[in-house]
DNA sequence: GTTATGACGCCGT
DNA sequence: AACGGCGCCATAA
């Protein structure tokens, strides 16, 4: 496997793919199991740059605070907690999620 | 070509 | 707990 952009981004596709539904994994877990090492912000651009029409289960991605990186008054970050929620993951009183018990 | 920015994380203070 | 600095790497300007 060539080192190239694209399969970084396939990894990391299919890192986020393996995400079990109800639970959420960080950036940096993702970018470790991707074999990029420490670098979770090359996850979090991989994701950003995503077609509307993906079937990737992105929403399952938090970063280590255990809350949504997307802005606040964003559509996609309501999307992502919606669907987090659907999957029955609860949002504390601070819009957190629990890692220790919803973390890959 | 260089510089700045970002869906981040870790460590020191 | 909060804040700043550094690392890491892709994309935009």
């Not at 299919?14 to 990029?36: D, F, N």
């Not at 651009?45 to 990737?56: E, G, M, Q, S």
């Not at 992105?58 to 008054?73: D, M």
Request: zero cysteines.
């Amino acid at each position: 496997m060539a080192d190239t952009d694209a399969s970084n981004n396939q990894r990391i596709r299919q890192v986020v793919l393996a995400i079990p539904a109800g639970q959420v994994a960080t950036y940096g877990t993702i970018a470790e199991k991707a074999g990029l090492g420490r670098a979770a912000r090359r996850v979090g651009h991989a994701l950003h740059k995503l077609p509307a029409d993906t079937r990737i289960p992105w929403h399952r991605v938090v970063n280590a605070q255990g809350h949504l990186s997307l802005p606040k008054n964003s559509d996609a970050h309501a999307t992502q907690r919606e669907r987090l929620k659907l999957e029955g993951i609860e949002f504390s009183v601070n819009d957190k999620i629990d890692l220790r018990r919803y973390g890959w």
